[in-house]
């Protein structure tokens, strides 16, 4: 919903924000870490003293299908001594909102007061065309807990890292691991989590270098995995083929494996694409300006091997990268989706992108036999 307000911003500053007083908040989004973060947010507000959340804050799991009079009721119940607000949190909410929204509806348009306390509802989804979600927007709150698609993840992130763990990311930092675990947000926090524990205290107070994420971002399997695709991508196939061999035997799905290749091999292509365009027509200056702008991460090893890669590729094969990516995906999802065939068609694209063979020197023409020497 466009008028939300969004939990990304909210968790950037947390004591700047001002709860109101609604009778109802909907936090709406697809991203659980936001959610979980925001309803522990709002539990703080409502109830701070720990000793009140016992029977201050009651949480129902919508997949239980909750009789909505129970939930109401328990948002009702007005407190004789204690300065609690009670909250009744509906989890999974989409199927309750279904089934009481008249009575949503209404309590939504009530002003909160006497005492009473406060219905939560976490949904995927709100339609603003409603008349709850309007009623919502105009007397509740509504919360987007869904990332936004201009976010700025990589800042987000270094600010997140310094308030919640005590540890300092450099821009590129932050980019390589947003590189290794996508918008998984609570990957992205456990795996920030490790690296703070893993750092000297001494340590904290400077900016924490691309080249130490490798070790901490993902499973041992998602480092193989990238490993494998570095390999590929600088021409390594030997090397690229035994990862790939590991990473099938453990049970990793092809398809998810080809995702993964296929978000480096494309800003190959990409910065290819670039540096071909015509003088004066959008050409960047080199190849690492090319690099990247095709998204590759600003850091000196990044880079490096992205140069390395891109060199041992030549600009032809680099440009027709995305046309073995969609054989490589209808093999998948056809013929080739499991098994030999699935490995094959992998293997099919690393050795499309393995280094080429050096030409052959000039043939050498034998000599002529002396006269008289035998053959």
Request: proline share 7%; net charge positive; aromatic share 4%.
């Amino acid at each position: 919903m466009s008028d939300a307000a969004s939990a990304l911003e909210i968790l950037q500053q947390p004591a700047d924000w001002s709860l109101g007083t609604p009778s109802l908040v909907a936090l709406v989004g697809d991203e659980p870490f936001l959610a979980g973060h925001m309803l522990s947010l709002l539990r703080d507000r409502l109830c701070p003293d720990e000793a009140d959340r016992a029977w201050a804050w009651r949480e129902f799991a919508g997949e239980a299908a909750p009789d909505p009079r129970d939930v109401f009721d328990e948002a009702a119940t007005v407190p004789l001594f204690a300065g609690a607000t009670r909250a009744a949190v509906v989890r999974s909410a989409d199927g309750f909102v279904t089934a009481a929204r008249e009575s949503l509806e209404k309590l939504a348009n009530a002003p909160r007061g006497g005492g009473r306390g406060i219905v939560i509802l976490e949904v995927k989804s709100l339609p603003a065309n409603t008349r709850l979600a309007k009623a919502v927007a105009k007397h509740g709150l509504v919360i987007d807990v869904s990332i936004p698609q201009r976010a700025n993840l990589p800042a987000w992130v270094r600010q997140w890292s310094q308030s919640r763990h005590g540890i300092q990311l450099a821009a590129a930092t932050a980019q390589r691991l947003l590189e290794r675990l996508g918008n998984n947000l609570g990957q992205v926090d456990q795996a920030l989590a490790r690296l703070a524990a893993a750092t000297d205290p001494a340590a904290k107070k400077t900016a924490i270098q691309p080249e130490a994420i490798d070790d901490f971002a993902g499973s041992p399997l998602e480092r193989t995995a990238w490993g494998m695709i570095d390999a590929a991508a600088t021409g390594d196939a030997r090397e690229a083929l035994a990862q790939l061999a590991a990473l099938l035997a453990a049970g990793e799905n092809p398809i998810g494996i080809s995702a993964q290749i296929a978000s480096v091999v494309r800003r190959l292509s990409t910065a290819a694409r670039l540096l071909a365009l015509p003088a004066g027509q959008g050409r960047p200056a080199g190849m690492e300006q090319a690099l990247r702008e095709a998204g590759v991460a600003a850091w000196p090893k990044a880079l490096a091997q992205a140069r390395e890669s891109l060199g041992q590729l030549g600009p032809r094969r680099a440009r027709q990268l995305p046309v073995g990516l969609l054989d490589l995906d209808l093999s998948l999802k056809s013929d080739a989706s499991r098994g030999l065939r699935a490995r094959l068609a992998l293997e099919r694209l690393f050795c499309k992108m393995s280094r080429q063979a050096a030409p052959p020197g000039p043939t050498k023409t034998p000599a002529a036999p002396a006269p008289g020497a035998r053959p």
